[in-house]
């Protein structure tokens, strides 16, 4: 790789690329992110190789490997461009018609995607309405990059943001562009990027200033850092190198937790191949502008994705949070000051570039701007990543994007920004997605995580799972963070268990007003959302609980009992797999189940055929 | 000087001065448990927090480790931060019902009953004896690890540290174990209470359980068994 001297050589060279490129020459595009791989991307990938060795076709038909594009339920799919062909949940059999067929310039009608509505088959992936109610700014780049390859990104466009912006060659204009587009930080809490920017860049120690991405996302059932990671991370580094020229950092730290190997890899890539461009490191593009960034990964602690405690870990201390005003921005790492932003964050800088301030501003709502990337996860029939414009609502995404529950359950509410975040029950629904809006309603933006409950789902346990998650990850270094996530936990608990009372509620209420007023952090403030919510829209499944000893979904198992009903045809599936042997029954006779024995696992009614087991 | 509204009476204090040492200063009480004059401040018990700012605004905050700033204004004693300070006494005495200290604080904000399941825990984690050992004493022999419901105070690796010097410190500053040993395990035995307590622990009662393991006693010089 030839270094970059100058602006000119950049574009010079994404002109040649785009020359080179014969876009009519058909690609066959494979996701292959950590989830494409574990739904088996990878067998795809060697077949589609070997066949194309084995027919001779690579002149003819291209391979491009990219990060995940999103539609995860649908995986392991495969996208042929140019037509932008869609095959869902692609079998190892099948690839070897798909290469046939794309060598043929054909498209295998059984293999494409079938509309759930009329059941007729969709070629293209931007009809398929997952994606069509979609506004794919960020997401859309994965699939035209195979991201351990520096070209596809500038081919792309990529690397011009940071290009426009040197050669405007006035640092406050980046900043005034931010604001301007009216980015606000999306790992959470909405603070106007531009302004933190600002902050930064106007603090009076000015020397060794600290920019650094926020990568330790560990929501559970979020995954939206990981996929842009995974899939382009090069748009991060030069968000990154953007605000560094903006604000006059000379230091960049991606602070990435390690259980994303693939994330670290690309990443470690990236950085490599942007320092031998002279993207990074000193005098970049030949210009006075020098900036480093260098990889911190974190050791799996929930709360380091919390600024003050993210600062600790990475001058290698022990992760808690401390007490803000200083804030990071005034003195963070090593006292020196400190701007924090999230992966997607830092992904839409280079948008803001390229594409504008106002038309970047012309996406979402008037202080909601761009485009915000959820995890949609539970009870939906559409998992996978959605980014759609701020001020959608969340039925929207549900029902239009989602396709609606899974199961054909009820839906009963929606569990939006993480652990602490809260739960939105079905007749809010026509709520519009914004900082605010959601905040109002009990809950956060968090970093993105939604997660769909049905009837199927009991509130107190999912209030139950979270305080435990939390109770594990607290910090403990607030004595009411600690104790108070253990007592909400413990009552909780003894409510799932039916041994609950109204004097429970009471204290428990109590208790997470307490918490939430007195912890330190964000994480403790925000740590008692799973209950406060719950109680707020749910109370009467609490009070059921409590006053019948019932659990209406079915979930808790102390409350519950399994019986068999008149349905039972006597087949004996569930007397085979009962691991107690609680099932009893002549052939072709209906079943009894002994209580005394039964351990409720559920594995009965998971192979009942007839629907003849009774949840009560 | 730095000027600030405590309570409604205005005081001027020097830059880097904490809101509680500004509110002490003009007397008003702030009770505290991890907070001692010559360690750093560490907010952790939180039984210090103040309310600050206005209408929607306000909130709580840790009087300990909040720097005092121009303008601010602080209620010590409102009734959203006497609500928060009795669930923190209530929480305090479920875990550590024996600490003499924890009990005299919620006497004294009239709490007459506790709520959760008793448990009889020893240690608040409250980080004294830690800044203790490391600010005062130099040694560094104990610190934080784990996180959440696992957090607890020790040395590396649970043996008896190469830089303890015994010297006791980090027992006298405890305000919730006072007199206690923290180990009953010799090779795991990280002060030298026992040196200062008085009477020496020998002559007390119910002496299997109460004396500390280490061998030779550092106070009797006698070798168990």
């Known amino acids: 790789m030839r270094m970059l001297r100058s602006i000119d050589e950049l574009r010079a060279l994404h002109d040649r690329l785009i020359a080179d490129h014969d876009a009519s020459i058909p690609t066959i595009v494979i996701p292959a992110g950590t989830c494409c791989q574990a739904s088996g991307a990878n067998d795809l990938i060697r077949l589609a190789k070997r066949e194309l060795l084995r027919r001779k076709l690579l002149e003819n038909v291209h391979l491009r490997i990219t990060g995940c594009h999103g539609f995860c339920e649908m995986e392991p799919s495969v996208l042929v461009e140019p037509r932008g062909t869609f095959y869902p949940k692609v079998a190892a059999k099948d690839m070897f018609r798909i290469v046939e067929a794309v060598a043929r310039g054909e498209v295998v009608e059984d293999l494409l995607f079938a509309d759930p509505r009329s059941g007729k088959p969709i070629e293209r992936e931007t009809d398929i309405p997952f994606f069509k109610g979609q506004v794919r700014t960020i997401l859309s780049q994965n699939e035209k990059i195979d991201p351990i390859r520096i070209y596809d990104y500038i081919e792309v466009r990529g690397y011009s943001g940071i290009n426009k912006a040197l050669n405007q060659g006035d640092p406050s204009w980046v900043i005034e562009e931010v604001k301007r587009a009216g980015l606000r930080g999306r790992g959470g809490a909405g603070f106007p990027t531009g302004l933190k920017w600002d902050l930064l860049a106007t603090q009076p120690n000015g020397t060794g200033k600290f920019l650094v991405c926020n990568a330790d996302e560990g929501d559970p059932g979020a995954y939206m850092n990981r996929s842009v990671l995974e899939g382009n991370p090069h748009s991060v580094i030069e968000g990154m190198l953007i605000g560094a020229y903006g604000t006059g950092a000379t230091e960049g730290v991606i602070y990435v937790r390690n259980e994303y190997p693939l994330a670290i890899k690309h990443l470690v890539i990236a950085l490599r191949q942007a320092h031998e461009l002279g993207l990074l490191g000193e005098r970049i593009l030949g210009t006075t502008f020098s900036f480093h960034i260098r990889l911190v990964r974190g050791a799996g602690a929930f709360v380091c994705g919390e600024e003050t405690a993210l600062i600790r870990s990475i001058e290698g201390k022990m992760g808690e949070p401390y007490q803000r005003p200083p804030f990071p921005v005034q003195k963070g790492i090593h006292g020196k000051p400190t701007a924090i932003n999230n992966v997607e964050t830092w992904a839409n800088v280079p948008l803001i570039m390229t594409r504008g301030a106002k038309e970047f501003a012309r996406i979402g709502e008037k202080k909601n701007t761009g485009t915000k990337i959820f995890s949609l996860v539970g009870k939906v029939r559409n998992s996978g990543l959605v980014e759609v414009p701020m001020g959608i609502t969340i039925g929207k995404i549900i029902n239009d994007i989602g396709g609606g529950p899974a199961e054909g359950a009820r839906l009963k509410a929606v569990q939006t920004g993480g652990p602490s975040g809260g739960c939105i029950p079905a007749k809010k629904f026509d709520l519009a997605i914004d900082y605010e809006s959601l905040t109002k309603a009990g809950s956060i933006m968090g970093s993105g995580g939604m997660i769909v409950m049905d009837e199927n789902t009991c509130m107190v346990d999912v209030a139950k799972y979270f305080m435990n998650f939390l109770k594990d990850e607290s910090c403990g270094k607030c004595f009411v963070c600690r104790k108070g996530t253990q007592r909400m936990y413990e009552i909780l608990d003894d409510i799932s268990q039916g041994r609950g009372t109204l004097g429970h509620l009471e204290l428990l209420e109590e208790l997470a007003q307490a918490v939430k007023d007195t912890a330190m952090c964000g994480l403790g403030q925000t740590a008692p959302n799973p209950v406060l919510s719950t109680l707020r829209y749910f109370r009467d499944e609490y009070v059921e609980h409590i006053e019948k000893k019932r659990c209406p979904a079915g979930v808790c198992r102390a409350l519950i009992t399994f019986s068999i009903n008149e349905k039972c045809t006597g087949c004996g599936a569930c007397m085979r797999v009962c691991p107690e042997g609680a099932i009893f029954g002549e052939k072709k006779e209906r079943h009894v189940i002994d209580p005394a024995k039964c351990v409720k696992c559920g594995t009965c009614k998971s192979v009942c055929k007839f629907d003849a087991i009774t949840v009560k | ?225």
């Open chain 2, 1 to 225: 000087m730095i000027t600030l509204t405590i309570n409604g009476l205005n005081v001027s204090v020097e830059e880097g001065t904490t809101v509680l040492e500004a509110a002490r200063f003009l007397g008003f009480p702030i009770p505290t448990l991890c907070h001692k004059e010559g360690l750093s401040p560490y907010g952790a018990c939180r039984l210090c927090v103040v309310e600050i700012g206005q209408g929607p605004k306000a909130r709580l905050v840790s009087s300990c480790t909040y720097p005092a700033e121009e303008g601010l204004s602080v209620r010590t004693a409102s009734s959203r931060v006497i609500g928060a300070r009795r669930m923190i006494l209530e929480l305090l005495l479920a875990s550590c019902p024996q600490s003499k200290g924890i009990q005299d604080l919620a006497a004294a904000h009239g709490i007459h009953r506790q709520r959760f399941k008793q448990e009889h825990e020893d240690c608040i984690l409250c980080g004294l004896c830690v800044r203790m050992c490391e600010e005062q004493m130099m040694a560094k022999a104990i610190g934080f690890r784990g996180r959440g419901e696992n957090r607890s105070i020790g040395t590396p690796f649970d043996i008896r540290s190469d830089v303890c010097r015994l010297c006791g410190g980090c027992i006298y500053v405890c305000p919730a174990c006072q007199l206690r040993c923290t180990y009953n395990e010799p090779e795991k035995a990280i002060c030298g209470a026992c040196a200062n307590l008085s009477p020496p622990c020998l002559e007390k009662e119910g002496f299997d359980d109460q004396l500390c393991y280490m061998d030779p006693c550092v106070a009797c010089e006698i070798g168990k068994d």
